[in-house]
């Protein structure tokens, strides 16, 4: 059942600050779909800006279009 569940968080696509990164890749604040930043699964994602936000992982055809 803990696969299962890894699976599900790791399938999530917004997440807020101060939650584990659940799959590495791209990431953008919600706020600034401009500004991408790489995080590795596991990492704390943190503020943006010094302001709690969202963020929202991003495919590299989303960030290149």
Known sequence: MKSIALLRERATR??????HCPASGLWSPESQPDAVQVFAEGHVLPA??????????????????
Request: without cysteine; charged residues 20%.
């Open 48 to 65: 943006y800006d010094g302001v709690p936000t969202l963020w929202r992982r991003r495919t590299s055809a989303e960030v290149s279009a």
């Open 14 to 19: 917004v997440m807020p600050t101060g939650s």
